[in-house]
T-cell receptor, first 110, second 122 residues
Framework: AQRVTQPEKLLSVFKGAPVELKCNYS??????LFWYVQYSRQRLQLLLRHISRESIKGFTADLNKGETSFHLKKPFAQEEDSAMYYC????????????FGKGTKLTVNP | GAVVSQHPSWVICKSGTSVKIECRSLDFQATTMFWYRQFPKQSLMLMAT?????????EQGVEKDKFLINHASLTLSTLTVTSAHPEDSSFYIC??????????????????FGPGTRLTVL
């Protein structure tokens, strides 16, 4: 069964501090992993996906198949990064549904 | 590009009535749309996958006769909550996926989300 675990419901850091949002997954096949972000009063939007190996807004995430993790990291958090972050997983092939974690609310304090 | 709209943004109805929520892809054709439900301070729960021109695929535990989904065109999917009850009160979110193989940043399984519809059943 597909499962995504985000162990932290809330995460609070100060501006300029590093931040890491944890995500672990369970999937028997080869997964596609995503991070979605929801800013206050806005819709859910894609932040990044592991197959792109890109950095968006300073965030990066590396898929670690050995640890079945896809943690989201940013070296220097900004106040505008405060949002709800969801890790999501799907099977490869593009036709699979997305399974979301419960989300982590990140607050970056001034 | 890749904008998804939902209508209405919020609705209040009496118990026993039916409510229809529309999900539209404004600038692209979506062969597949998804309907989610989100409870307060909880994650998105997939209710069903809506495929244009065919029957929706419902997730386990979701009553297909209660949550009717119609995907009649490549830009519109509707969710009808029939005989709504207070326990159906929730935030309903739809998403649309670009056709498989679409080149560029969006492709494969990137879903574009609507703003959501807040349903309150009295």
């Amino acid at each position: 069964a597909q499962r995504v675990t985000q162990p932290e419901k809330l995460l609070s850091v100060f501006k300029g501090a590093p931040v890491e949002l944890k995500c672990n997954y369970s999937y028997s096949g080869s997964p596609e992993l995503f991070w979605y972000v929801q800013y206050s009063r806005q819709r859910l939007q894609l932040l990044l996906r592991h197959i792109s190996r890109e950095s968006i807004k300073g965030f990066t995430a590396d898929l670690n198949k050995g640890e079945t993790s896809f943690h989201l990291k940013k070296p220097f958090a900004q106040e505008e990064d405060s949002a709800m972050y969801y890790c999501a997983l799907s099977g490869k092939g593009g036709s699979e549904k997305l399974v979301f974690g419960k989300g982590t609310k990140l607050t970056v304090n001034p | 590009g890749a904008v998804v709209s939902q209508h209405p943004s919020w609705v209040i109805c009496k118990s026993g009535t039916s409510v229809k929520i529309e999900c539209r892809s404004l600038d692209f054709q979506a062969t597949t749309m998804f309907w989610y439900r989100q409870f307060p301070k909880q994650s998105l729960m997939l209710m069903a996958t809506s495929n244009e021109g065919s029957k929706a695929t419902y997730e386990q535990g979701v009553e297909k006769d209660k949550f009717l989904i119609n995907h009649a065109s490549l830009t519109l999917s509707t969710l009808t909550v029939t005989s709504a009850h207070p326990e159906d009160s929730s935030f309903y979110i739809c998403s649309a996926r670009l056709p498989l193989g679409t080149s560029g940043r969006a492709g494969y399984n990137e879903q574009f989300f609507g703003p959501g519809t807040r349903l309150t059943v009295l």
